[in-house]
């Protein structure tokens, strides 16, 4: 290249930091012979993406001046892996905050399951957006608050998927460990009844239709399960992913449909895991299917010989040979 103005070093840069190239990131930073703004976050966003945080810090300093953005990326690389304190410490000795900051700081007291810290900063917080909201409705929903769940996304001004999405993880897990006496309920306690009322609202993602499945699976409603599988990619244009198959297969499993479970292991687009075939060959054991259990214990031996937990439960079923 004849000609190299800052502008083409910083391209460099910044695409060798895209792609991870932490090492050729940090030989351009010390040769490039002018740097602006631009050239300082790009080297910052690489060594927060490398959990390299002190010397983010170190090439922060180096700045002549910062702005809320850079403060932010390390604010975020603390808050993220899990460095609370020295997230807190660098959140209050910033000059200038704006929502981002806060939402980082708020995301990351939920992620340590501090419910309390968790609702103080957000009542004290100057403004709140749709993601605030949501922040504060999956800690409650994640940590079992079920009621303040509620209370929260009733008092949200706008929904949008990922509350609906958070608000039907939390029902869902509240309704699976019901027994089945305590099926009925109302609407607000209803995952069926939740997820219709979001598909009025919104398109369901994979989220939604992952915990429903969940659901069906823990209540032995094949019916449905088989219906709500169906119909993500047939009438709401969402593939299903492998999450959505492994729960399809534990619910025909535990319902003892074990030749449906067992094509479809075989069939879906993702090769089975080893947890897939525990979970069929415990529920081959469950309806004591002793020939199918071991004859799949001896696949499982030959397929997946390095899986120390299918290994072990392979050996108990061919024991039945």
Not at 19 to 48: C, K, M, S, W
Not at 117 to 141: G, K, V
Request: hydrophobic share 40%; glycine share 6%.
């Amino acid at each position: 290249m004849p000609c190299r103005d800052l502008f083409c070093w910083n391209i460099i840069l910044n695409a060798n930091a895209r792609l991870g190239e932490l090492h050729e990131t940090e030989n351009l930073f010390n040769i490039i012979p002018q740097r602006d703004l631009f050239t300082f976050t790009a080297v910052i966003v690489a060594y927060v993406r490398h959990k390299k945080l002190e010397n983010a810090r170190l090439v922060y300093n180096q700045m002549p001046y910062v702005t809320t953005v850079t403060c932010n990326t390390i604010l975020g690389g603390y808050a993220e892996n899990g460095y609370l304190d020295e997230a807190r410490q660098w959140f209050n000795s910033m000059q200038k905050k704006c929502l981002t900051s806060y939402n980082i700081m708020l995301a990351a007291y939920a992620q340590h399951g501090l419910v309390f810290d968790s609702t103080s900063f957000f009542m004290e917080m100057p403004d709140r957006d749709q993601r605030s909201w949501n922040l504060m409705l999956q800690a409650y929903a994640q940590l079992g608050h079920l009621g303040k769940a509620k209370s929260l996304f009733r008092a949200m001004p706008e929904s949008s998927i990922v509350s609906w999405s958070s608000m039907l993880a939390a029902v869902s897990s509240s309704f699976s460990s019901q027994n089945k006496h305590e099926d009925r309920c109302d609407g607000a306690n209803d995952p069926f009844f939740l997820f219709h009322s979001a598909n009025m609202e919104h398109h369901p993602d994979h989220v939604c239709f992952l915990s429903i499945l969940s659901v069906c699976s823990k209540k032995g409603r094949v019916k449905q399960g088989r219906t709500f599988l169906a119909s993500m990619s047939f009438d709401y244009g969402v593939e299903p992913r492998r999450h959505h198959y492994s729960s399809m297969v534990d619910l025909l499993g535990r319902s003892g449909y074990l030749g449906d479970a067992l094509e479809l292991l075989r069939t879906m687009p993702f090769i089975a895991k080893a947890l897939d075939w525990v979970c069929f060959a415990a529920a081959c054991r469950s309806h004591t299917d002793f020939k199918l259990g071991a004859e799949v214990g001896s696949q499982i031996l030959g397929r997946q010989p390095g899986s120390g937990a299918v290994v072990l439960l392979a050996n108990s079923w061919v024991e039945h040979l």
